[in-house]
């Protein structure tokens, strides 16, 4: 299986390739990074909101998407989804498809200085997170599982960016799954 990367808004090289490590680091898949960027669909856009709905500019990006890869889009934006403010990831299993939004994840979102190490494990996180819902993971229990859910950016930053015991086991018979498909 093949994970293909994409740029969606100003996103920055070397942000790109941190998400390619840590997918490639985690799952142990390869990881192909699209030289191009792209914008984002405007008709996905809300201008009450100003907000991306996260589904439909998911849906609309990933009309290109190859047989045998997930495709995983790094979004310069801020999005929400139907029912939630606002959401960090959204991943759509059926599709084999997920972005990744990362205008909550600066820390000048909240009023804090720029720290790009701490932008990027947050971007780690959350491409690891939106990955194993491809994959088929759930949402875990463990706090400290990068599969457990955020309902905030505190609860980004307290997990790492890793599975946990568990939730690695599982990954592993998926991805055996999907390799034998």
């Given at each position: 299986?093949?994970?293909?990367?994409k740029?969606?808004?100003?996103?920055?090289?070397?942000?790109?390739y941190?998400?390619?490590?840590?997918?490639?680091?985690?799952?142990?898949?390869?990881?192909?990074?699209?030289?191009?960027?792209?914008?984002?669909?405007m008709?996905?856009?809300?201008?009450?909101?100003?907000?991306?709905?996260?589904?439909?500019?998911?849906?609309?990006?990933?009309?290109?998407?190859?047989?045998?890869?997930?495709?995983?889009f790094?979004?310069?934006?801020?999005a929400?989804?139907?029912?939630l403010?606002?959401?960090?990831?959204i991943?759509?299993?059926?599709?084999?498809?997920?972005s990744?939004?990362?205008?909550r994840?600066?820390?000048?979102?909240?009023?804090e200085?720029?720290d790009?190490?701490?932008f990027?494990?947050?971007?780690?996180?959350?491409?690891?997170?939106?990955?194993?819902?491809?994959?088929?993971?759930?949402?875990?229990?463990?706090?400290?599982c990068?599969?457990?859910?955020?309902?905030?950016i505190?609860?980004?930053?307290r997990?790492?960016?890793?599975?946990?015991?568990d939730?690695?086991?599982?990954?592993?018979?998926?991805?055996?799954?999907w390799?034998?498909?």
């Amino acid at each position: 299986m093949i994970v293909r990367l994409k740029r969606v808004g100003d996103v920055s090289t070397e942000l790109i390739y941190e998400a390619a490590d840590a997918i490639a680091s985690e799952y142990g898949l390869k990881v192909i990074v699209d030289p191009f960027k792209v914008e984002p669909p405007m008709e996905t856009f809300n201008w009450e909101r100003l907000q991306y709905l996260a589904s439909a500019l998911t849906m609309k990006l990933a009309q290109e998407k190859a047989r045998g890869e997930f495709l995983v889009f790094l979004v310069d934006a801020d999005a929400y989804e139907s029912g939630l403010n606002f959401v960090f990831g959204i991943a759509l299993p059926r599709i084999g498809a997920a972005s990744v939004f990362l205008k909550r994840l600066r820390p000048s979102f909240y009023g804090e200085p720029e720290d790009w190490n701490l932008f990027v494990s947050r971007v780690r996180k959350e491409v690891n997170h939106e990955l194993g819902h491809l994959i088929g993971l759930d949402h875990c229990p463990n706090p400290r599982c990068v599969m457990s859910f955020s309902n905030s950016i505190l609860d980004v930053d307290r997990k790492s960016e890793n599975l946990c015991e568990d939730c690695k086991l599982k990954a592993r018979e998926l991805l055996a799954t999907w390799e034998g498909s």
